[in-house]
């Protein structure tokens, strides 16, 4: 299994990013997915997570209003796009999946997991 996350870079605050996430190797469309990011000596954080037919999603409350999460099982790739970006959004993003039923916040719910990309940004 992999997951391949991309569109990190660098941005002013009040900026937009979007990310992306290619999963292969497994079978996309019965996995939740889910976005997590992680700033320098703190934990690994909850940003948002969606069904697995992109019903249902749950952003953190950090973030709900500027992030919005979304999937396309037809190309096994989720999404995580970014407005309204404050210098407290700085992290490195992770994508994951998650063979459970239902949406999860928890960390260790996740079965597989990306290698990251660095999100950062500028006052």
């Known amino acids: 299994v992999q997951l391949q996350a991309s569109g990190g870079g660098l941005v002013q605050a009040g900026g937009s990013l979007s990310l992306s996430c290619a999963a292969s190797?497994?079978?996309?469309?019965?996995?939740?997915m889910g976005w997590f990011r992680q700033a320098p000596g703190k934990e690994r954080d909850f940003v948002a997570a969606?069904?697995?037919?992109?019903?249902?999603?749950y952003s953190a409350a950090s973030v709900k209003g500027r992030f919005t999460i979304s999937r396309d099982n037809a190309k096994n790739t989720v999404y995580l796009r970014m407005n309204s970006l404050k210098p407290e959004d700085t992290a490195v993003y992770y994508c994951?999946?998650?063979?459970?039923?239902?949406?999860?916040?928890?960390?260790?719910?996740?079965?597989?997991w990306g290698q990251g990309t660095q999100v950062t940004v500028s006052s």
């Open positions: 994951a999946a998650d063979t459970g039923s239902t949406i999860s916040s928890y960390p260790p719910s996740y079965d597989y």
């Open positions: 969606i069904s697995r037919r992109g019903v249902n999603t």
């Open positions: 190797g497994l079978t996309f469309s019965t996995y939740v």
